[in-house]
């Protein structure tokens, strides 16, 4: 099966496009404060507030208290993305919303966008009532897509029973189905797994790049992430992967 996260505007106009060509089914995991309009997501706003700031070198102080010295002249903006965003993912992210406006967006000189910048539009409610009427899957994602493993059992259960209260509402169905946001397994812990299990979902997705076997814990299903080149794609679908992984055992 296949699945996409978040619930951008694109995997509604373009991705589901092409799959109902081919007639295959595609699940889309989404963060419903998104869909929502009250936010777009923490980790893209890193890029954003990278992509858009100043070379001039800065210390940022991150929500764990360490200061992170920003110095695009040394480290890209790509490298700086990817090592602030690891640090965000260890926590704490109870006002990460918060932080990025003041502290990040605010030390690197970059004005917050008063609307959604275009490239981090959602699709709309009625996208995801259209997907579902033509045979694709639409699923919460939290309400936030805040790392769930850094937030208390309130605010777990805020972002699981939260963004599953949202699709009832506005699909008009009852999902059983989860995606952990990021995925790994330092991103979520038993008392999500738990909380899940009360609220009624039946599996959950990770991001652990392997096939599901049988006797899987079924609240943690891994995916593969989509490969950069058709020839890996080609491996993993057909299984071939698997292969080389008995072989090399
Ligand atoms: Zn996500």
């Known amino acids: 099966m296949f699945t996409i996260d978040d619930g951008f505007y ?3 106009d373009v991705a589901a496009r092409v799959f109902d ?7 889309f995991f989404v963060i419903t404060g998104l869909l929502d309009q009250q936010l777009w997501p923490w980790d893209d706003q890193v890029s954003y507030a990278l ?3 100043r070379s001039e070198p800065t210390d940022i102080r991150l929500p764990s208290g360490t200061v992170y010295s920003v110095n695009l002249e040394v480290n890209s903006a790509k490298a700086t993305v990817k090592e602030i965003r690891e640090a965000l993912k260890a926590g704490p992210q109870t006002e990460i919303y918060q932080w990025l406006r003041e502290e990040l967006f605010g030390k690197l000189g970059v004005d917050f966008p008063s609307s959604t910048p275009p490239e981090y539009r959602p699709m709309s409610w009625s996208d995801a009532k259209s997907l ?4 694709h899957g639409v699923y919460p994602h939290t309400r936030t897509h805040r790392i769930l493993s850094t937030l208390n059992p309130a605010e777990k259960r805020e972002e699981i029973v939260g963004s599953l209260k949202r699709v ?3 699909l008009g169905y009852t999902p059983q189905v989860f995606a952990y946001p990021t995925g790994r397994p330092a991103d979520y812990d038993s008392g999500d797994v738990n909380e ?3 609220a009624g979902f039946n599996m959950a997705f990770n991001t652990v790049p392997a096939y599901v076997r049988q006797g899987q814990d079924r609240y943690q299903l891994p995916r593969f992430s989509l490969p950069e080149n058709t020839a890996d794609f080609v491996q993993i679908v057909n299984r071939f992967e698997a292969l080389k992984e008995k072989l090399r055992s």
């Not at 060509?21 to 699940?27: S, W």
């Open 51 to 53: 992509n858009h700031s």
């Open 132 to 135: 579902r009427e033509r045979g």
């Open 10 to 12: 694109d995997h509604h």
């Open 196 to 198: 899940l299990g009360q």
């Open 21 to 27: 060509e081919f007639g295959f089914p595609l699940n």
């Open 168 to 170: 009832e509402e506005e």
